[in-house]
């Protein structure tokens, strides 16, 4: 499990070593840190000389000393700053960096524009999780310096990029990778902003965050083989799950054998479908365990590939099943068309998956706006319309994309990055929908098998056909295999 935390926090974790923090020990662990991964990257890309972009903040002060050290390793080394005087650490820090060979430049200087234009690597200390969103001033020039070719670390997070997560902003900085300390922060592991660290390096600088509450939660592969619902030798098809499916309609049926596919191939201990004629046909003939027609389950899937508006024959049944499933006291997800039928809260574990689309209608309907809210709005700020929506229904919301969100109204965020490019093609939701359903019939959290589903998801499809396109069904049948491989390579 990766774990991120919000900036006060980690502040905290530092509070709790003043020893450590007074020394500059913490300090110089993290300049230690960056130097390290710095001088590793240059090396891998043949590189001689760096620059250092220095703001006024402990986290320049962090980035002198690291460049104090790149110099003392041989590399051509430079310090851009802001103001080397503005604290008496960082003062010590540039008297060192000039003592070793760096080359420290005012940063209003026409010297310290071309110094950041001809540099191979660029360290960005302009500010740190102390920092407003946006860049100074003082440093836009400096950034537009930049080549694009010049390979840019952060240091500690991408400045003026929002720390604690929240829309990218052009007005930042956009890293090639970033080094943090002690933890991932939100900016790192939450969309849109974590394209703007590229790769993550946390340093070990000693903070103790065992007990602390993070804001921002990872499932790993690890996560997977000590929560899946394994079956022991005192369960049936009855204690390992039943699943209640209602998908799939006259005008998209496939999205029933999708749905259903992916139920079983996942291990849900039986699946009951309910629906109009045509998907019914195509669920027998491809899921020929399923059994049809309402009864027990231990919960529901509604929605894949349902329109709530046909009237084709057999659709107002599969519509009343629907409402009746939502009106129960079982765990559901809803999904695509079967959030057209959530009208506020219900008192059961839920979970709801839309899309960007599908969340933006939802949330003009439930909030009454005379303007629609749109895809690109959702898409801007993700976290925040989804905690929005579980807000507004008491739901846990799963929200897809490159990158999966799965929040309740408070609490952490769980979020996924799991999925290959290629599975933005069609049935994939139907399939996410069949395996986390199967996951909460298994009895897990609503939050926990979204979670999970995504992750496996994610692994399949790499599984389903390595670094090429993926066919949703194909998706499906690779659900058992991934789990599979999930369970073994824990061992």
């Known amino acids: 499990m990766i774990t991120g935390y919000s900036v006060e926090t980690i502040r905290a974790a530092e509070a709790a070593l003043p020893e450590l923090l007074e020394s500059g020990e913490l300090m110089q662990r993290?300049?230690?840190?960056?130097?390290?991964?710095?001088?590793?990257?240059?090396?891998?890309?043949?590189?001689?000389?760096?620059?250092?972009?220095?703001?006024?903040?402990?986290?320049?002060?962090?980035?002198?000393?690291?460049?104090?050290?790149?110099?003392?390793?041989?590399?051509?080394?430079?310090?851009?700053?802001?103001?080397?005087?503005?604290?008496?650490?960082?003062?010590?820090?540039?008297?060192?960096?000039?003592s070793r060979g760096v080359v420290v430049l005012d940063g209003a200087s026409r010297e310290a524009i071309t110094a950041i234009h001809r540099a191979e690597v660029v360290l960005d200390g302009i500010t740190g999780i102390g920092g407003r969103p946006g860049l100074p001033p003082f440093a836009r020039p400096w950034v537009d310096a930049i080549r694009d070719r010049t390979w840019v670390i952060s240091v500690d997070t991408p400045s003026g990029q929002p720390v604690d997560g929240g829309d990218a902003l052009a007005d930042a900085v956009f890293a090639d990778e970033t080094v943090t300390f002690g933890a991932p922060k939100p900016?790192?592991?939450l969309p849109p902003t974590e394209t703007a660290c590229g790769l993550l390096t946390v340093i070990d600088i000693g903070l103790d965050l065992a007990?602390?509450?993070?804001?921002?939660?990872?499932?790993?592969?690890?996560?997977?083989?000590?929560?899946?619902?394994?079956?022991?030798?005192?369960?049936?098809?009855?204690?390992?799950?039943?699943?209640g499916i209602i998908a799939g309609g006259e005008e998209y049926?496939?999205?029933?054998?999708?749905?259903?596919?992916?139920?079983?191939?996942?291990?849900?201990?039986?699946?009951?479908?309910?629906?109009?004629s045509t998907p019914t046909g195509l669920v027998r003939a491809a899921v020929p365990e399923a059994v049809h027609g309402e009864g027990r389950v231990q919960a529901w899937v509604i929605g894949p590939g349902l329109d709530i508006t046909s009237t084709a024959k057999g659709a107002d049944a599969q519509l009343s099943a629907a409402r009746a499933a939502l009106d129960s006291d079982l765990p559901v997800l809803v999904d695509a068309?079967?959030?057209?039928?959530?009208?506020?809260?219900?008192?059961?574990?839920?979970?709801?998956?839309?899309?960007?689309?599908?969340?933006?209608?939802?949330?003009?309907?439930?909030?009454?706006?005379?303007?629609?809210?749109?895809?690109?709005?959702?898409?801007?700020?993700?976290?925040?319309?989804?905690?929005?929506?579980?807000?507004?229904?008491?739901?846990?919301?799963l929200l897809k994309g490159a990158t999966t969100l799965v929040v309740?109204?408070?609490?952490?965020?769980?979020?996924?990055?799991?999925?290959?490019?290629?599975?933005?093609?069609?049935?994939?939701g139907d399939v996410l929908a069949g395996l986390a359903g199967a996951l909460l019939a298994g009895g897990l959290d609503p939050a926990i098998a979204g979670s999970m589903a995504a992750l496996v998801h994610g692994r399949a499809a790499d599984l389903a056909n390595p670094g090429g396109p993926v066919r949703a069904l194909d998706l499906a049948h690779a659900l058992g295999r991934t789990v599979a491989a999930l369970l073994r390579d824990a061992d």
């Open 30 to 98: 993290a300049a230690r840190g960056i130097a390290r991964v710095a001088a590793g990257r240059m090396r891998e890309r043949g590189a001689r000389t760096v620059t250092a972009l220095v703001g006024p903040g402990n986290n320049g002060a962090d980035t002198l000393f690291a460049i104090a050290r790149l110099a003392k390793r041989g590399f051509l080394s430079t310090a851009v700053c802001v103001d080397p005087s503005a604290s008496e650490v960082q003062t010590q820090a540039a008297e060192l960096a000039r």
């Open 187 to 189: 900016v790192h592991l």
């Open 211 to 243: 007990e602390a509450s993070p804001a921002v939660v990872r499932l790993t592969p690890e996560d997977i083989a000590s929560r899946w619902p394994v079956p022991t030798t005192d369960d049936d098809k009855y204690s390992r799950g039943v699943l």
């Open 253 to 276: 049926s496939g999205a029933a054998v999708l749905t259903t596919t992916a139920a079983v191939t996942a291990g849900v201990g039986m699946v009951r479908y309910v629906g109009t």
């Open 337 to 397: 068309g079967g959030l057209d039928l959530v009208e506020g809260p219900r008192n059961a574990p839920t979970l709801l998956t839309p899309h960007a689309g599908e969340c933006a209608r939802l949330l003009t309907r439930l909030r009454g706006r005379a303007t629609d809210l749109t895809r690109e709005e959702v898409e801007g700020a993700p976290l925040e319309h989804a905690r929005l929506l579980a807000g507004i229904t008491g739901a846990t919301v």
């Open 408 to 428: 309740d109204a408070d609490g952490p965020v769980l979020v996924q990055d799991d999925a290959p490019t290629w599975l933005a093609t069609a049935g994939t």
